[in-house]
């Protein structure tokens, strides 16, 4: 899914960050010069043949869990048919290794049914994992082929081997016809924010990309998208991801365009404020060829110790020979410690 790994929030402005009534407003968001560089791209490409041969694209990256990251992987393979595979590895810039064995992924969630609504496609986004204190909560990509992506949902109390479609499915639907999500909709991310769980996603008119969001109450939905939608745009949009900086009650959004990897920041997930010191990333990394750590699109992002990782698509085309895999762009030392959910 060429999409939107996106975030966290909630109804709007100070309630947003569970601020309703503060006294004081928080300080600016941190913004300046990133020092980006590459993570030794690619960290990870498709396999010669299996559910992945066409291409390793979207993943979304969480961890550490007892020492382990944990990556759900979009597997493409013949066709376009798309499973969501499942990689793990002791650091966020690996070695990964693909559930099944990385010339042979296997899926752990595959499909639908013929003439179901995901019969065709189902794929990660990007930041759309949420844990309650139990459970798991995947928000994935899923279509038929001859119809626009919508949000499905899908629960693990296990080890990310093993996930439950929602009976409720598609959680996340197309806007109206003329809408400006009215195409495609991209899986989101979701955190909780006070009583709120808050869905960023990317919605798509045929033109072009902008971001959204959606609340709801419970993590299994209903689902009720913002009535002041798209809340960012940018030209050229290609994807963004947000997260949430708690102690500082801030949002930032990586978001990549054709030409760059850039960085936003904001008080309540609804006005952004660009990065004065943009782009962050403006060449393609040599272990990608063809393009992919921007100009497609990013997946997911994750502070560890105070870098941020940003996991994106790499490709050195055409594939076979070459390869379509994952992008890792590293930015070094841009938080004193880990801040982001």
Request: proline residues 7%; aromatic residues 12%.
């Given at each position: 899914?060429r999409?939107?790994?996106m975030m966290?929030i ?12 503060a006294?004081?407003?928080p ?6 010069a990133?020092?980006a560089k590459d ?9 010669a ?11 979304v ?5 007892s020492?382990?990251y944990?990556?759900?992987?979009e597997l ?25 064995g ?9 499909p639908?049914?013929p ?9 990660p ?27 499905g949902?899908?629960?693990?109390t296990?080890d990310?081997?093993?996930?439950t ?12 016809k003329?809408?400006w999500d ?8 979701v ?13 798509y ?11 709801a ?6 689902w009720?998208?913002?009535?002041g ?21 801030c949002?930032?959004?990586v ?31 040599s272990?990608?060829?063809s393009?992919g750590?921007?100009?497609?699109a990013i ?10 990782y ?17 992008s890792l ?10 801040v982001?959910?």
């Amino acid at each position: 899914m060429r999409a939107w790994m996106m975030m966290c929030i909630g109804t709007i402005a100070w309630a947003l960050a569970g601020c309703r009534g503060a006294s004081t407003a928080p300080v600016p968001c941190k913004q300046g010069a990133s020092s980006a560089k590459d993570g030794g791209s690619p960290i990870l490409v498709n396999s010669a043949s299996g559910l992945d041969q066409a291409e390793l694209g979207s993943v979304v990256v969480v961890g550490p869990f007892s020492g382990t990251y944990r990556m759900l992987t979009e597997l493409i393979g013949s066709g376009g048919v798309t499973h969501t595979g499942y990689a793990t590895a002791s650091s966020p810039l690996g070695p990964w290794t693909k559930y099944g064995g990385n010339s042979t992924p296997a899926s752990v969630l595959a499909p639908g049914a013929p003439g179901t609504w995901d019969d065709f496609q189902v794929a990660p986004g990007g930041d759309d994992l949420s844990f309650d204190g139990t459970t798991w909560h995947y928000y994935y990509a899923g279509r038929q082929s001859s119809a626009g992506y919508e949000v499905g949902h899908a629960r693990s109390t296990g080890d990310f081997t093993s996930w439950t479609k929602d009976a409720n499915n598609p959680v996340l639907l197309l806007g109206a016809k003329g809408a400006w999500d009215d195409t495609h909709i991209g899986p989101s991310g979701v955190v909780l924010v006070g009583t709120t769980y808050n869905m960023f996603y990317g919605g798509y008119d045929g033109t072009s990309w902008r971001l959204g969001f959606a609340t709801a109450s419970s993590p299994n939905g209903p689902w009720t998208k913002y009535s002041g939608n798209p809340v960012f745009s940018s030209a050229s949009l290609q994807a963004a991801v947000v997260r949430y900086d708690a102690g500082g009650r801030c949002f930032h959004m990586v978001y990549s365009t054709t030409t760059a990897l850039n960085h936003a920041t904001s008080l309540d997930g609804i006005n952004w404020t660009n990065d004065a010191a943009n782009p962050w990333l403006g060449t393609q990394p040599s272990g990608c060829p063809s393009g992919g750590a921007f100009g497609d699109a990013i997946s997911t992002f994750v502070d560890v110790g105070g870098p941020i990782y940003v996991y994106g698509h790499c490709y050195n085309l055409p594939a076979p020979p070459g390869f379509r895999g994952v992008s890792l762009t590293e930015i070094p030392g841009f938080f004193a410690a880990d801040v982001l959910r």
